[in-house]
T-cell receptor, first 112, second 113 residues
Framework: ETGVTQSPTHLIKTRGQQVTLRCSSQ?????VSWYQQALGQGPQFIFQYYREEENGRGNFPPRFSGLQFPNYSSELNVNALELDDSALYLCASSLWSNGELFFGEGSRLTVL | AQSVTQPDIHITVSEGASLELRCNYSYGATPYLFWYVQSPGQGLQLLLKYFSGDTLVQGIKGFEAEFKRSQSSFNLRKPSVHWSDAAEYFCAVGGALTEKLTFGTGTRLTIIP
């Protein structure tokens, strides 16, 4: 059984740039959730995707967007990067009927 | 709005000693409660969860937690800690199996020999 994998693991961007983070779900899972974890904080919910549609969104601006593909993998896109976007971005997959989240190791984004 | 409070930012425990990490939540209905552990540079691993039924739940690595509705608490316990338990621990609450989770700010656990 393959777990949740995220790429890239680390990246550095400058303010105003755009970034795409990728996530492959655990085998058999059909739901993907994205969380932002700032340094010293708990993860904060960004949004969730089920059946390729957004199903719930946290308090994040529209420049945070996502996609889910037919194979249940997912992307998180952030436009017009700001310094405060520097964080660990965690992807979690689950079964819609189960809800138990399995997290990847995250993508650490640094915005300079 | 749902929220989670973990009052202890950092706890230091001797190896072999018992451990209790505190978690208080705010939620308007029956909550789904979780404890996750995060080692440095890693993602989150689920230790245990409470959905319904027995209020004392057992998890992996010898951890247990007790749901107390009257106190809005879900404290994590372990009778004897090991050096490998050093990590960051997060309590989380959700309203249903498919809803978002709200996490606390975490408790960092340090183990001394």
């Amino acid at each position: 059984e393959t777990g949740v994998t995220q790429s890239p693991t680390h990246l550095i961007k400058t303010r105003g740039q755009q970034v795409t983070l990728r996530c492959s779900s655990q085998s058999g899972h059909n739901t993907v959730s994205w969380y932002q974890q700032a340094l010293g904080q708990g993860p904060q919910f960004i949004f969730q995707y089920y059946r390729e549609e957004e199903n719930g969104r946290g308090n994040f601006p529209p420049r945070f967007s996502g996609l889910q593909f037919p194979n249940y993998s997912s992307e998180l896109n952030v436009n017009a990067l700001e310094l405060d976007d520097s964080a660990l971005y965690l992807c979690a997959s689950s079964l819609w009927s189960n809800g138990e989240l399995f997290f990847g190791e995250g993508s650490r984004l640094t915005v300079l | 709005a749902q929220s989670v409070t973990q009052p202890d930012i950092h706890i230091t425990v001797s190896e072999g000693a018992s451990l209790e990490l505190r978690c208080n939540y705010s939620y308007g209905a029956t909550p789904y409660l979780f404890w996750y552990v995060q080692s440095p540079g890693q993602g989150l691993q689920l230790l245990l969860k409470y959905f319904s039924g027995d209020t004392l739940v057992q998890g992996i690595k010898g951890f247990e937690a007790e749901f107390k509705r009257s106190q809005s608490s879900f404290n994590l316990r372990k009778p004897s800690v090991h050096w490998s338990d050093a990590a960051e621990y997060f309590c989380a609450v959700g309203g249903a199996l498919t809803e978002k989770l709200t996490f606390g700010t975490g408790t960092r656990l340090t183990i001394i020999p």
